[in-house]
Every structure is written in structure tokens, then in C-alpha cells.
């Protein structure tokens, strides 16, 4: 079955970096795009990162421009996301998801990772 299983979360001081790593099994990984997520408490679920199957093109929300770098290791089965220049904001349960091609939503997700950030 789909599943992914997401590591890397952790404490760190505002202006830090960390490595989200997003491990992939029982579907053909290089077959989708995939994307990062993140939830903050009392918000709603929010778009951070995607990329696609052969990382040729990548997309980010304007709140991480500049900051976050997704990517893929496609023998791996693996999406990462190197977070970097951390704001409290950015604290967060952080998912990976698949993308689903012919619906266009993500059908699958990981369990989440947190994210904390201190000022």
C-alpha cells in the first residue's frame, strides 16, 4: 500500500535550518509529483512546495520563496525539503503528499513532521 513516512522535524532557533525528508513506498515514486504541506495550530492546511517527477520544475508559496528548496532523489524514493532562514512562523506539522495526475488533488499523505521554531 501508498505510504509516506516523513523525518527530519525538530526545535530550532529562528534563523536556523533543518531537512525534511519525506521516504516513499508502494507506488511508482517517479511517476508523481509530490508536495510539502504544513498545518500550524488553529490554521488551516497550507501549500508550501511541490516539484515534479523529474524535478524539472518546482513551485513554492511566496511565504517560503527564497528560503525553502524542494527535491527529489527519484532512486530513493525520497523528497526532501531544506528549510532554511526559519521563522517562528514556520513552525508547523509539516506533510509530504502525492499528487494524483488525473485528478489533480493529493490522494496521499504522510503521518507529519513538527516543526518548531523559537524566537
Known amino acids: 500500500q501508498v505510504q509516506l513516512v516523513e523525518s527530519g522535524g525538530g526545535l530550532v532557533q529562528a534563523g536556523g535550518s533543518l531537512r525534511l525528508s519525506c521516504a516513499a513506498s508502494g507506488f511508482t515514486f517517479g511517476g508523481y509529483r509530490m508536495g510539502w504541506f504544513r498545518q500550524a495550530p488553529g490554521k488551516e492546511r497550507e501549500f508550501v512546495a511541490a516539484?515534479?517527477?523529474?524535478?524539472?520544475?518546482?513551485d513554492y508559496a511566496d511565504s517560503v520563496k527564497g528560503r525553502f528548496t524542494i527535491s527529489r532523489d527519484n532512486a530513493e524514493k525520497t523528497i526532501y525539503l531544506q528549510m532554511n532562514s526559519l521563522k517562528p512562523e514556520d513552525a508547523a506539522v509539516y506533510y509530504c503528499a502525492r499528487r494524483n495526475a488525473l485528478s489533480g488533488s493529493y490522494d496521499y499523505w504522510g503521518q507529519g513532521t513538527q516543526v518548531m521554531v523559537s524566537s
Open positions: 516539484i515534479s517527477r523529474i524535478s524539472s520544475n518546482t
